[in-house]
C-alpha cells in the first residue's frame, strides 16, 4: 500500500512539473488524472504532502503549481479575525499569513512560510507549508456541553477554533466551567482540534476563576512541591553568630528599606554618608544573600530557576521563592540581623563612581519605610512624619541630593525615561475592581531606582573587566529600519531625529523632550518604544541602549528575580577565591540557558500581569457603562480612534459610533474628518465619552462621544 502511495504520489508531482502543464485546481487535476471520486481524499492527501514537503505551492486562486517561492522559518502570530504574520530572525519585515493559507498552525508556533511571488499590500505575502514546532500544547478555556461530546471556547483570542471534547474526556466539565484542556490532535484546514479536560478551574462567574483561568493559561505554577516546602523551612533559621563569621560587619551603620506599604519580600537596603573633607558620597546597596539559603541544584534553586521570577497579578502574588525565605528569613525585617551582599560606592559631586567594594555582610535595618512616607518628607514637608523620623531626615535630603546627581549623569549620555503611567487597581474581598488609578512615581520611587541602576551599573562593569562569566541585562541597538520609518512617521508632525539607522539613544531621548506635552505625545512615545528592542538576559555584555550603559545587569531583586540570584552565586565564589577553571568551565556552559529561560518566564510574567490589569479594567468599566468620561484621544487607525482616561483605562471609539457623520481617515496626520460636518478628531484631543459596552470574555472597552445618538 505505501508504495502505491508512493507511486502515485510521483506521478502527481511529474504532472505538475511537466513543461506543459497549466496551474489547475484539485478538481482539475482529478479529471486529468482520471481519479475516481472515491480516490478524491487520498488525492487531497497527496497535494497536502507535497506542499508540507515544499514541493509545490497552492495559488490564492487554489490552483496548484511547482514550488519556486522563497522558505522561510519563523514564529507565527495568529490574529482574532484568523489571519496572521509570520517573523522571521533578521529580516525588518514580517510576512503576512491570510486566514485560508494558515496551514492549522497556532499562535506561537514555529513554522515554514513559503513566500509568495509579487507584493500585493504593504507586506509580502505568504503560505504556511509547514508547523515545525507547536507553542501550545494546553488551552484555557470555556466548555460548551453538546449532548453527546462538548466544545472549549479559548480563553486566547488568537486561537480561532474551538475544540472538540468527547463526552469520556470532558472529565464531568459543564456549561460554564473554566478547564485546562490539553490538545490531542491539531485538527485540520476542514476539522477542529480535539482535546482532552485537563483540569476543571471552576465555573467563570466563581470570585477569582477568571484570575486563574490566565495563570493556566500561561502556564504559571501555584503550589510549590512539598519536598520544596520542606527545605525552605528547613534552611529558614534565624541569623547565628557562626553565619556572620568572616563577613563585613555593618549592623552598626544607619539604614532603611523604602518600598511600597503592601511589600512583604523586602530584598533591598540603602545607606549613604556624605565625607565633606573629600567631597564624597558612601552609598551603600545592600542586597538580600538568598544564595546563602537557596544552594545550587537543591530543589529550591530547581524550582526557582524553572519560574524565573515572582508573577504579581492584580489580586496575588505568585512568588519565585516560598513564602518562608521570600517574606521570612531572606525579607531585610527592620530590627533583625540579615545576612547580604552590599555595594558599597564612593561616588564623587558629578555622579561618578571613583570607588567600590562588593562584599558578604551582616546587615540590621533601623526603619522600614514607605514610599509614602518619605515623599511626605522630602516632598510634603510634613511635620508630623518629619518628627517621626527626625534620626533619618538628614540621610533622606542627601539622599535626595545624590538621586539627582546620578539622575542627571544619566539623562547627559542619553538614557531614555518611558514615563507610562502603570495602573494601580484596588480590588475588593471578592476580587471585584473598586478603583483604578495611576501608580505614583514620586520622589522616594525615583530616588531608590537611581541607588538600584548605579549598584546594577557597577557590579556590571566590575564583572566584565575581571571576565569571569556572568548574566548581563542587555538591551541591542534598535533595527535601523524600524528606526527609518520612524523617522518617516515623525516627519509628518514636524519632528526629525538624526543619525538614521544608526542612532544614538541621546536622539531618542530629545525627540521624547521635544514632544512632552504635546497632542502627539502618547502616540509617538509608543510608537519610539515599540521601534526599540526588547530587553533581554545575556552572557554577553553588549549594553543596554536604553540607559545608554555600558555595562549592566540585575543584581538588586534575588528573592523575585532567578539572574540576580544566579549572579549572587558567580560573586559569592570569586569573593571566596573559588572561581576555578573547573567553575568557570561550569558558568561558561550553563549560562546561556539560564538567561534564555530568565528571558523567557519574564516575558510570560508580563503578558500574564498585562492580561490581568486588561482584564479588571473591562470588569470595572462594565460596572459604569452608560456613564460618561473625559479623556484624551491616545491612539489612531481606520476603525476608530482609542481614548484613554486620567485612570489609566483605555477603550475605543468605532466608526460604527460616530453616528453624526461619515469620517475619513488620514493616515499621515492620525486625524479623523468627518465629509460633511467637518468635524475633526485629532491625537491628543479632550473629548467626553459615554461608556457603551465592556467585553470581559473579548477584553475590550467600547466608548461613543457623548452628545451623539
Request: proline residues 4%.
Amino acid at each position: 500500500m505505501g508504495n502505491l502511495y508512493e507511486e502515485r504520489r510521483q506521478k502527481v508531482y511529474d504532472l505538475i512539473c511537466d513543461r506543459h502543464y497549466v496551474p489547475m485546481k484539485i478538481k482539475e487535476i482529478a479529471i486529468v488524472m482520471q481519479v475516481a471520486r472515491e480516490d478524491r481524499p487520498e488525492l487531497e492527501k497527496i497535494l497536502a504532502d507535497l506542499q508540507a514537503d515544499g514541493k509545490i505551492e497552492c495559488t490564492k486562486r487554489g490552483k496548484y503549481i511547482k514550488a519556486e517561492s522563497v522558505r522561510l522559518t519563523g514564529i507565527f502570530s495568529a490574529t482574532a479575525k484568523g489571519f496572521g504574520f509570520v517573523e522571521v530572525e533578521g529580516r525588518a519585515e514580517d510576512v503576512f499569513i491570510p486566514e485560508n493559507h494558515v496551514g492549522g498552525a497556532m499562535h506561537g508556533d514555529t513554522v515554514e512560510v513559503s513566500v509568495l511571488p509579487g507584493r500585493t499590500g504593504k507586506r509580502c505575502e505568504g503560505v504556511i507549508t509547514k508547523v515545525c514546532e507547536r507553542a501550545v500544547t494546553e488551552v484555557v478555556g470555556t466548555y460548551e456541553k453538546c449532548r453527546n461530546y462538548g466544545f472549549v471556547v479559548p480563553d486566547n483570542q488568537k486561537i480561532t477554533r474551538d475544540i472538540f471534547v468527547p463526552q469520556e474526556w470532558s472529565k464531568g466539565a459543564v456549561d460554564g466551567h473554566k478547564v485546562l484542556v490539553e490538545l490531542t490532535d491539531y485538527g485540520s484546514q476542514m476539522k477542529n482540534p480535539e482535546g482532552k479536560v485537563k483540569q476543571i478551574i471552576g465555573h467563570k462567574n466563581d470570585p477569582g476563576v477568571d484570575i486563574l483561568s490566565i495563570v493556566y493559561a500561561h502556564g504559571l505554577p501555584l503550589e510549590f512541591p512539598e519536598r520544596v516546602l520542606n527545605q525552605a523551612a528547613r534552611v529558614a533559621k534565624p541569623v547565628s553568630e557562626a553565619d556572620c563569621a568572616g563577613r563585613l560587619d555593618l549592623r552598626g551603620v544607619t539604614m532603611v528599606t523604602i518600598d511600597g506599604e503592601d511589600a512583604k519580600d523586602l530584598d533591598d537596603a540603602v545607606s549613604l554618608s556624605y565625607d565633606e573633607e573629600k567631597a564624597v558620597w558612601h552609598l551603600g546597596v545592600h542586597i538580600a544573600d538568598v544564595t546563602n539559603y537557596v544552594q545550587e541544584n537543591s530543589a529550591l534553586d530547581c524550582v526557582a530557576r524553572e519560574r524565573g521570577t515572582s508573577v504579581y497579578l492584580t489580586d496575588r502574588v505568585i512568588p519565585m521563592l516560598p513564602h518562608t525565605l521570600s517574606n521570612g528569613i531572606c525579607s531585610l525585617n527592620a530590627g533583625e540581623d540579615r545576612l547580604a551582599l552590599s555595594c558599597l560606592m564612593d561616588i564623587d559631586g558629578k555622579g561618578n563612581v571613583i570607588g567600590h567594594e562588593i562584599a558578604e555582610t551582616v546587615i540590621c535595618v533601623d526603619r522600614r519605610m514607605s514610599y509614602t512616607s518619605v515623599k511626605k518628607i522630602l516632598t510634603d514637608g510634613d511635620e508630623a512624619e518629619r518628627e517621626e523620623y527626625r534620626e533619618l531626615v538628614p540621610m533622606f535630603e542627601q539622599m535626595e541630593t545624590l538621586a539627582q546627581i546620578l539622575r542627571e549623569k544619566r539623562r547627559a549620555r542619553g538614557s531614555i525615561d518611558f514615563d507610562f503611567p502603570e495602573s494601580k487597581i484596588i480590588l475588593d474581598e471578592k476580587g471585584r475592581p473598586l478603583e483604578i488609578k495611576p501608580y505614583e512615581r514620586n520622589t522616594a520611587t525615583k530616588m531608590i531606582e537611581d541607588f538600584m541602576l548605579i549598584a546594577n551599573e557597577t557590579v556590571a562593569q566590575d564583572y566584565y573587566w575581571q571576565g569571569l562569566p556572568f548574566v548581563y541585562r542587555v538591551h541591542d541597538n534598535p533595527d535601523p529600519e524600524k528606526i527609518r520609518q520612524l523617522a518617516v512617521f515623525i516627519a509628518n508632525f514636524g519632528y526629525g531625529i538624526r543619525g538614521g539607522g544608526d542612532i544614538h539613544p541621546k536622539e531618542l531621548q530629545k525627540l521624547l523632550a521635544r514632544i512632552e506635552d504635546s497632542p502627539q505625545q502618547s502616540l509617538i512615545s509608543r510608537l519610539t518604544l515599540r521601534s526599540m528592542k526588547q530587553a533581554k538576559y545575556s552572557p554577553q555584555c553588549s549594553g543596554h541602549f536604553g540607559l545608554a550603559a555600558k555595562y549592566y545587569c540585575h543584581f538588586t531583586s534575588p528573592i523575585r528575580r532567578y539572574p540576580d540570584l544566579q549572579i549572587h552565586r558567580i560573586i559569592k565564589e570569586n569573593l571566596r577565591g573559588r572561581m576555578t577553571p573547573e567553575r568557570i568551565q561550569h558558568y561558561e556552559e550553563i549560562l546561556p540557558g539560564v538567561a534564555e529561560n530568565c528571558s523567557k518566564t519574564e516575558r510570560r510574567a508580563e503578558e500574564a500581569e498585562r492580561e490581568t490589569v486588561k482584564m479588571k479594567m473591562v470588569e470595572y468599566m462594565h460596572g459604569h457603562i452608560g456613564e460618561t468620561f473625559e479623556g484624551v484621544i491616545s491612539g489612531m487607525n481606520s476603525y476608530g480612534f482609542f481614548v484613554e482616561l486620567p485612570n489609566t483605562v483605555e477603550g475605543m471609539v468605532h466608526v460604527s459610533n460616530l453616528i453624526d457623520d461619515h469620517y475619513y481617515y488620514d493616515e499621515t496626520t492620525y486625524e479623523m474628518t468627518g465629509s460633511s460636518t467637518g468635524r475633526v478628531y485629532r491625537m491628543g484631543q479632550k473629548i467626553k465619552v459615554i461608556v457603551a459596552d465592556a467585553d470581559k470574555e473579548l477584553r475590550t472597552i467600547d466608548f461613543r462621544p457623548a452628545g451623539e445618538g
